[in-house]
């Protein structure tokens, strides 16, 4: 699955006709129904020069959360750490925004923009403790074709 889709992601990417935000939630339909356990697909963007994320294209259920402040939350833990975030179970995190009592698990991947954490790629599943390395390495993936159309 994984195979198909670094395939798929860049094509779809490099259609210049479309505006950016239109591949990117392109590119969130895609592994929303084609990943069994990505039940909510989103971006989040630095909000300016605002110490907060800004919710961008998402596939999935509505969300309340369009604005994060850094530090609050499994994404605005990752827009200061720099770091990915695999969070197993979300009951079990101090820190952590619920979206929807049917999420069990999250994972946060940066986006960086020459160096610089831009936003980042967030994933929502209603199945326990799903997300392994291997979806670690795919999203990093992502993150590094959408890096490279972004203007």
Same mark, same amino acid.
């Given at each position: 699955?994984?195979d198909r889709?670094?395939?798929?992601?860049?094509?779809?990417?490099?259609?210049?006709?479309l505006k950016?935000?239109?591949?990117?939630?392109?590119?969130c339909e895609?592994?929303k129904?084609?990943?069994?356990?990505?039940?909510?697909?989103?971006?989040?963007?630095?909000?300016?020069?605002?110490?907060e994320?800004?919710?961008?294209?998402?596939?999935?259920?509505?969300?309340?959360?369009?604005?994060?402040?850094?530090?609050?939350?499994?994404?605005?833990?990752?827009?200061?750490s %720099?770091? %990915?975030?695999?969070?197993?179970?979300?009951?079990?995190q101090? %820190?952590?925004?619920?979206?929807?009592i049917?999420?069990?698990?999250?994972?946060?991947v940066?986006?960086?923009?020459?160096?610089?954490?831009i936003?980042?790629?967030d994933?929502?599943?209603?199945?326990?403790d799903?997300?392994?390395?291997?979806?670690?390495?795919?999203l990093?993936?992502?993150?590094?074709?959408?890096?490279?159309?972004?203007?």
């Amino acid at each position: 699955m994984f195979d198909r889709l670094r395939k798929e992601i860049p094509i779809l990417l490099k259609r210049s006709e479309l505006k950016t935000d239109i591949r990117l939630q392109q590119v969130c339909e895609l592994l929303k129904n084609s990943v069994p356990h990505y039940d909510w697909v989103g971006f989040y963007f630095k909000n300016g020069d605002k110490e907060e994320l800004k919710l961008g294209p998402y596939a999935g259920a509505p969300t309340d959360h369009t604005i994060i402040p850094f530090g609050k939350g499994i994404c605005g833990q990752v827009a200061v750490s %720099n770091q %990915n975030f695999v969070v197993p179970d979300v009951q079990a995190q101090d %820190n952590y925004i619920a979206c929807s009592i049917s999420v069990k698990a999250e994972i946060v991947v940066p986006l960086f923009i020459n160096g610089e954490n831009i936003g980042q790629i967030d994933i929502d599943s209603n199945t326990p403790d799903p997300f392994t390395e291997e979806d670690e390495r795919f999203l990093e993936f992502v993150n590094l074709e959408v890096a490279k159309i972004w203007v």
